[in-house]
């Protein structure tokens, strides 16, 4: 796996992986194994979160599940093409509360780099939605997004 942190002097987060897993396996790990690799620790909800959920077509919902079995919505499934792309609406706002009215975009491309390897484009955009704290909010999330991702990587590696 290796992680290159390069992003952006707007106010979007641009990470470009590569992951040791054929490109499908990238991608099943990233949308309908969320909850193996997120870290446990990122959650909204009052109960310790147990799993991510993300529905596998457009329109769907992205939520967390918690132990207690409630559910946290996080956002919406705005272009599911696999196994090459994920658009994501995130719906969270700088408490990391669910807002319907906030919508930023977090888009992941899978690029076949071989039978093997995958080439992984993240952007999480129009961070600028958040206002005054957006780029505060922009470096913390850019922060937590290395982290994550490096967290997928391991996970979806095939050994």
Not at 16 to 31: C, G, H, K, M, Y
Not at 52 to 67: D, S
């Amino acid at each position: 796996m290796t992680l290159d942190i390069a992003t952006s002097a707007s106010l979007s987060i641009k990470k470009q992986l590569s992951v040791d897993a054929p490109i499908e396996r990238a991608f099943r790990v990233f949308t309908a194994n969320m909850g193996m690799w997120w870290p446990k620790d990122h959650h909204i909800g009052k109960s310790p979160l147990k799993d991510c959920v993300v529905e596998p077509h457009a329109g769907g919902r992205w939520y967390e599940i918690t132990e207690d079995g409630g559910t946290c919505e996080w956002g919406k499934v705005l272009a599911y093409d696999p196994p090459r792309r994920l658009l994501l609406a995130w719906q969270l706002n700088a408490a990391f509360e669910f807002d319907a009215k906030l919508v930023t975009e977090v888009e992941v491309r899978f690029s076949a780099l071989g039978p093997a390897r995958t080439q992984v484009d993240f952007e999480h955009r129009n961070i600028e939605r958040f206002g005054e704290t957006a780029p505060k909010l922009r470096d913390m999330l850019d922060e937590g997004w290395g982290g994550i991702l490096e967290s997928f990587a391991r996970t979806a590696r095939v050994e």
